[in-house]
Antibody
Framework: QVQLVESGGGVVQPGRSLRLSCAASGFIFSSYAMHWVRQSPDKGLEWVALISFNGDNKYYAESVRGRFTISRDNSNNTLYLQMNSLRPEDTAIFYC??????????????WGQGILVTVSA | EIVLTQSPATLSVSPGERATLSCRASQSVSTNLAWYKQKPGQAPRLLIYGASTRATGIPARFSGGGSGTEFTLTISSLQSEDFAVYYCQHYNNWPPYTFGQGTKLEIK
């Protein structure tokens, strides 16, 4: 069965960095584009970033562009999100998400359990 | 950016009754729209994609409709496990992909 397990969250001070990881299993990871989506009480569900199946193409929400970097290691079935210059408004639960059918024009069919990131002094 | 507006914000319905939730897009998304269900402490779960196709394992009491800018999610006979928050999301003109603000379906 498809499993997505996030790790690396926690409490961090404003301006610092954090790297999230997502371990994927139960499917051919290298065949699927993957996303990060976050959720907070203030902003609801917010798409953060997308990476193509082979890592060649990356897309970001305006709110994180230039601060966050999405990447993947297909040999280890792992998705990453490097978050720099963190702000209090980045506080959210972050989800690792698979694209349905592997393409960009598709819904999000599997979600990890989520990992909490808190940015606070 | 495409804005998705869901209505109502909260819907109170009795078990066994029908519930209809709405999602309006600020511009056409064709049928590139999905619906998700989220229970407290859980991740969202895909219910409907392509505006009207049920995802794997989703019961037939869930149905989606619409195209362009107006969409509905109907639950024909509410079960206890259906009371949750429902979100619509488009995957048409991206980035960004956007979500509606959610409709909370509560027991009347």
């Amino acid at each position: 069965q498809v499993q997505l397990v996030e790790s690396g969250g926690g409490v961090v001070q404003p301006g610092r960095s954090l790297r999230l990881s997502c371990a994927a299993s139960g499917f051919i990871f290298s065949s699927y584009a993957m996303h990060w989506v976050r959720q907070s009480p203030d902003k609801g569900l917010e798409w953060v970033a997308l990476i193509s199946f082979n890592g060649d193409n990356k897309y970001y929400a305006e709110s994180v562009r230039g601060r966050f970097t999405i990447s993947r290691d297909n040999s280890n079935n792992t998705l990453y999100l490097q978050m720099n210059s963190l702000r209090p408004e980045d506080t959210a639960i972050f989800y690792c998400v698979r694209t349905f059918g592997g393409t960009y024009f598709s819904a999000f069919d599997y979600w990890g359990q989520g990992i909490l990131v808190t940015v606070s002094a | 950016e495409i804005v998705l507006t869901q209505s109502p914000a909260t819907l109170s319905v009795s078990p066994g009754e029908r519930a209809t939730l709405s999602c309006r897009a600020s511009q056409s998304v064709s049928t590139n729209l999905a619906w998700y269900k989220q229970k407290p402490g859980q991740a969202p779960r895909l219910l409907i994609y392509g505006a009207s196709t049920r995802a794997t394992g989703i019961p037939a009491r869930f149905s989606g409709g619409g195209s362009g800018t107006e969409f509905t999610l109907t639950i024909s006979s509410l079960q206890s496990e259906d009371f949750a928050v429902y979100y619509c999301q488009h995957y048409n003109n991206w980035p960004p992909y956007t979500f509606g603000q959610g409709t909370k379906l509560e027991i009347k």
